[in-house]
């Protein structure tokens, strides 16, 4: 009933779609990219037909799926696990646009996945015989998965979470038939293996979250992006003097990661007494958003609390605010108005807020945790399952309200052990996560007929 269910809301919003991508922006850009990407998938698969042909060029087809940016990182982390371990042609497609730039290295080829539609798959996938299918969190396509079952390719879903409240679980009579073609379920924990048991009769068993790999990863390769490169080493190398003019010890630095105007609404109030007291120390502030208007925003509420700050690099929309110059400039907050430095601020940096919690919900708590950090946010984490267990642990900090924010953020000034004791806490338990993705390729995937790994003198295949 579920997939019937399914299929004909489908098959009667289709029709609307398609009039509405002709006014809509956002439908519209939405369905050229699904048109641009079955053309594309059309043309690699046919060369790709052509190529296994030939003698030599018959590795398995793997594709890997993810919804949106958070799970890419998860993807990710599972190809290069499979290209460590098999000569593979690997596949990976995306559903949201936000994910507007497709990685280029590990996978064979990117696209835009096609809408779910009843008659799509048999003409897309004629031409390529794809042997392992992995989608993760919670996200699957019953039709897709129907087909490719029936082709004898296997289907996985990889660190699968759902939340306890997922529209999943109280409505099983519907989404239980979606779940049914899949081959087995790797969950994150116990907590979401017992989830899925209530969805799904095959396998489910705990492989965690390979989310975890590619941050540890994405750490060890960042570079410094070559335009911001010499203005960020400057701002660490400026030599720090006291009001007397003598040179004092270096000053700390608290991050203000994916700021919004909620976030600015609590924050700057605590943030002007928190510089009064605490003379030691800078501001960096990442707003969520770069453009223009969003830092006159951000600017106009410093002001507000007379609190004036610098820009990084220069913003013609904002010719006002004056560019940071290392050593010379006085104010203690300098906007970070780029890209690619965050990850760089957090590792010099002695604790951070990080946004989206108090009007939506958290952005992304690992990386900071990764680099043995203390983070504060607001109360909105649910829907983070790493915000969540970082709290647990007490690595990561709710501060619901003004007077919570400015007891939270003057203790961890304050108390230099205790900050360092709770980043250790949240290094630790990133840390202990790592290696999923290798978990999960030798429950599901290392004694697969269907993978062309060879096997080693215990009679795996590697």
């Not at 579920?2 to 006014?23: D, H, K, S, V």
């Not at 003698?55 to 594709?63: F, I, L, R």
């Not at 239980?176 to 048991?197: C, E, S």
């Not at 004694?447 to 096997?455: A, E, V």
Request: hydrophobic residues 40%; positive net charge; charged residues 25%.
């Amino acid at each position: 009933m579920g997939l019937f269910l399914y299929n004909t809301a489908l098959i009667l919003l289709y029709p609307l779609y398609r009039l509405l991508a002709l006014f809509h922006p956002g439908l519209k850009d939405f369905r050229k990219s699904r048109k641009e990407g079955w053309r594309q998938f059309r043309r690699f698969a046919s060369t790709e037909a052509k190529m296994r042909k030939l003698p030599g060029h018959n590795a398995p087809v793997v594709w890997l799926h993810a919804a949106s940016q958070g799970e890419l990182d998860q993807a990710m982390a599972l190809a290069r696990e499979i290209r460590s371990r098999q000569k593979t042609t690997i596949l990976l497609s995306v559903f949201s646009r936000s994910v507007k730039k497709f990685p280029t290295d590990t996978v064979d080829f990117c696209f835009y996945l096609p809408l779910d539609l009843p008659w799509t798959w048999k003409r897309f996938l004629k031409n390529l015989p794809v042997s392992v299918f992995i989608t993760s969190t919670w996200d699957v396509f019953p039709n897709l998965l129907r087909h490719l079952r029936r082709s004898g390719c296997k289907c996985y879903l990889a660190s699968g979470a759902l939340p306890e409240n997922s529209s999943r679980l109280k409505n099983k009579w519907f989404f239980a038939p979606h779940y049914a073609p899949l081959t087995a379920i790797g969950a994150v924990d116990d907590v979401n293996q017992a989830r899925f048991k209530k969805l799904f009769a095959g396998p489910v068993e705990i492989t965690g979250d390979t989310r975890f790999d590619t941050i540890f990863y994405k750490l060890q390769q960042a570079k410094l992006p070559d335009e911001h490169a010499s203005g960020f080493r400057a701002l660490l190398k400026a030599p720090v003097k006291s009001s007397s003019g003598k040179k004092r010890k270096k000053e700390k630095i608290l991050i203000l990661a994916s700021t919004y105007n909620a976030c600015d609404e609590m924050l700057f109030p605590v943030l002007s007494e928190w510089l009064d007291r605490f003379h030691g120390w800078k501001v960096w502030i990442f707003p969520h958003h770069i453009h223009s208007q969003r830092i006159s925003e951000l600017a106009y509420n410093l002001e507000k609390q007379e609190l004036a700050a610098d820009l990084f690099v220069e913003d013609p929309g904002n010719p006002g605010l004056q560019v940071h110059r290392p050593g010379k400039s006085e104010n203690r907050i300098l906007i970070m108005n780029c890209l690619g430095l965050l990850a760089h601020a957090y590792s010099v940096a002695q604790f951070c807020y990080i946004g989206g919690a108090y009007h939506h919900r958290v952005h992304n708590t690992a990386e900071a945790a990764a680099l043995g950090i203390p983070i504060i946010t607001g109360p909105r984490i649910e829907a983070s399952p790493i915000a969540v267990d970082l709290r647990q642990a007490g690595a990561l900090f709710v501060a619901p309200s003004e007077k919570l924010l400015k007891e939270v953020m003057f203790r961890i000034t304050d108390e230099s052990m205790f900050r360092k004791r709770q980043g250790k806490i949240g290094k630790k338990l990133l840390t202990d996560r790592k290696g999923a993705s290798a978990l999960f390729f030798d429950r599901f995937l290392n004694d697969s007929p269907d993978t062309n790994g060879k096997p080693d003198k215990t009679g795996r295949k590697t």
